[in-house]
């Protein structure tokens, strides 16, 4: 009998290690899908576009600008109304809204459409963002496996290794429209991927019970929320800009799209090492070191005329946001306790206007100097100031 019993709860564990690596396994590839592809295709593609077109940076800055702008109205969205996160039909819909932007990106030559569906894309990638998060860290903590949160985040980076692999051999086949539609399709085989993994797993409802008054609670994480709008305003420079600025360098060219395969290799396992880290040393201490280790690469990247440069600026921001996402995030929900979804949404909210922001101002001042020197260390001055909040932010759970 005993052993009997024992059998019993060791099959039970494993179906539910199973239901817990499905779950986790199908919203990394939603983030690939909706981040990686959705959301930062953007970067090795704009280059291409900017040859072929004869794009100014402003405009580049602009369309990435409302990407942005529309992560913004999806973060808001969440945060006014968190039973969203609940919603299948929404997340299907921003799905297949992510999927669609990014195919007809490559299908027209017109500003206007270009913007709508960047501005579009935003809105489905944060929902789809905040939706994962969401119910992928409720599914993993209450199966006993919150310890895995930091991998879902690697499927950003993973995605972002993808682009920057195959946005190469796609310009060589077909141009810059062919780069748009070429990942558009791998992003819907990934999709399919993901929902036959996690979609029948993830049973689990997203506590949003006390959610009626919004500001309610916030106040312990306006210090946190400003950092967090500093970093997305310093580091999406890099993010937008960094192939379009290696390229621009003499004797870097050929290295610019492979400079976005070493951002997402050091992307994959960033958040876990500074969860990890944050277990250790603490959040505030955490974040202090990513802020840091990222103002000194996008510092390197203001001159970077060699290879090691490049690969250290390229390193150190792949290395560095996705880390602070998870720690920032995670640092949110440990101060609001069950509204977690909320301050999930409401962190997103505030890093989404310095991403809306930022692209706007580095590429007119790019335009302007004819260079991105300025724009580069007007970020790392951004990020050095995030640093700064967090260092005096006593609401920290852990110091």
């Known amino acids: 009998m005993s052993n009997m019993a024992t059998r019993i709860t060791d099959r039970g564990y494993s179906r539910r290690d199973r239901d817990a690596l499905k779950v986790l396994a199908g919203g990394i590839l939603g983030m690939v899908v909706a981040m990686g592809i959705g959301r930062f295709a953007y970067t090795p593609i704009l280059p291409l576009m900017l040859r072929d077109l004869e794009m100014t940076n402003t405009l580049g800055g602009w369309l990435a600008g409302l990407n942005y702008l529309g992560y913004f109205i ?6 006014i109304n968190p039973r969203i996160l609940n919603s299948r039909n929404i997340a299907g819909g921003a799905l297949l809204l992510s999927l669609a932007t990014t195919v007809f990106m490559g299908a027209t030559i017109s500003q206007f459409w270009w913007g709508i569906m960047r501005l579009c894309g935003g809105i ?9 998060s969401a119910q992928v860290a409720e599914t993993l903590v209450r199966r006993g496996y919150g310890h895995w949160m930091g991998a879902l985040y690697g499927g950003i980076g993973l995605g972002i290794v993808i682009s920057g692999l195959i946005v190469p051999q796609l310009d060589k ?32 409802k997203v506590t949003t019970s006390g959610l009626t008054k919004p500001a309610a609670g916030l106040g312990k994480i306006r210090i946190l929320a400003a950092a967090y709008f500093l970093e997305g305003l310093g580091y999406i420079v890099t ?24 951002v997402g290799l050091s992307a994959i396992p960033s958040a876990i090492i500074w969860t990890h880290l944050a277990r250790r040393i603490g959040n505030r201490k955490t974040l202090l070191a990513a802020y840091a280790l990222q103002a000194a690469g996008i510092l390197v990247s203001v001159q970077a005329e060699t290879t090691a440069e490049v690969l250290f600026a390229a390193v150190t921001f792949g290395g560095t946001f996705l880390g602070i996402v998870a720690v920032t995030l995670a640092e949110g929900k440990s101060r609001m306790g069950r509204e977690g979804g909320l301050s999930a949404a409401f962190l997103t909210a505030s890093f989404s206007v310095g991403q809306m922001l930022g692209p706007v101002i580095a590429g007119r001042l790019a335009d302007w100097q004819d260079g991105f020197a300025l724009p580069l260390l007007l970020a790392a001055i951004s990020v050095i100031l995030g640093g700064v909040l967090i260092a005096v932010d006593r609401n920290f759970s852990t110091q």
């Open 74 to 79: 999806g973060a808001v969205v969440c945060t």
């Open 239 to 262: 993010a937008t800009f960094i192939v379009t600025v290696i390229s621009m360098t003499p004797g870097l060219e050929t290295l610019a799209p492979y400079s976005w395969v070493a």
């Open 124 to 132: 489905s990638s944060a929902v789809l963002f905040i939706v994962i």
């Open 173 to 204: 086949a077909g141009g810059w429209n062919f780069a748009w539609i070429g990942m558009g399709i791998i992003a819907i085989i990934l999709a399919l991927m993901g929902i036959a993994l996690g979609w029948k797993s993830a049973q689990t």
